[in-house]
T-cell receptor, first 115, second 115 residues
């Protein structure tokens, strides 16, 4: 079964540094998402992306965050200047259609640690 | 805005027992989807079961079933004949019927199956 792939599995960075989290969604999917889970807390929506633009973003997704689909296969999340509170698990997800009968496929996540 | 509440932070049962996890939600939408996701220690997000709000019949997937009470806005998950591999965090999630497929998650219930 095709799956969403995220790299790296664990990223450690210093506060103030830029990080790029990478995702390869399922090849025929059209809608892409990033979610975040701070350790011990619930999973939170960050942003959705369709047709090369953001379709919805949460209040968490401020100017420090950006997303891009640079080459038709990768879907990246960039954090420009990381803060300690950005430490979390980041999940990429993709889906083929906009109905709930096409469920989201999640990647295994990237654990981001900001020191 | 939609909210999802899981009032049981932790639960623990013996192997082979039946356990029910609670979830309530709040929405003004008349049509939507509800999900239960499992997150084992690997932190992967695994879809367990899905319910469409316009369907009165409760969804079942092998040992997993739901009790969907639309009027009460309640969506509980029953796990029958629990197994050690069921040990995980379980998240209830809501999604509008149409739109960008933003999932709204509850806080999670940590379920431990004891041998």
């Amino acid at each position: 079964e095709p799956e969403v792939t995220q790299t790296p599995s664990h990223q450690v960075t210093q506060m103030g540094q830029e990080v790029i989290l990478r995702c390869v969604p399922i090849s025929n999917h059209l809608y892409f998402y990033w979610y975040r889970q701070i350790l011990g807390q619930k999973v939170e929506f960050l942003v959705s992306f369709y047709n090369n633009e953001i379709s919805e973003k949460s209040e968490i997704f401020d100017d420090q965050f950006s997303v891009e689909r640079p080459d038709g296969s990768n879907f990246t999340l960039k954090i420009r200047s990381t803060k300690l509170e950005d430490s979390a698990m980041y999940f990429c997800a993709s889906v083929g259609g906009l109905r709930g009968n096409s469920p989201l496929h999640f990647g295994n996540g990237t654990r981001l640690t900001v020191t | 805005a939609q909210t999802v509440t899981q009032s049981q932070p932790e639960m623990s049962v013996q192997e082979a027992e039946t356990v029910t996890l609670s979830c309530t939600y709040d929405t003004s939408e008349s049509n939507y989807y509800l999900f239960w996701y499992k997150q084992p220690p690997s932190r992967q997000m695994i879809l367990v079961i899905r319910q469409e709000a316009y369907k009165q019949q409760n969804a079942t997937e092998n040992r997993f079933s739901v009790n969907f009470q639309k009027a009460a806005k309640s969506f509980s998950l029953k796990i029958s004949d629990s197994q050690l591999g069921d040990t995980a965090m379980y998240f209830c999630a809501f999604m509008k019927y149409q739109g960008a497929q933003k999932l709204v998650f509850g806080q999670g219930t940590r379920l431990t199956i004891n041998p």
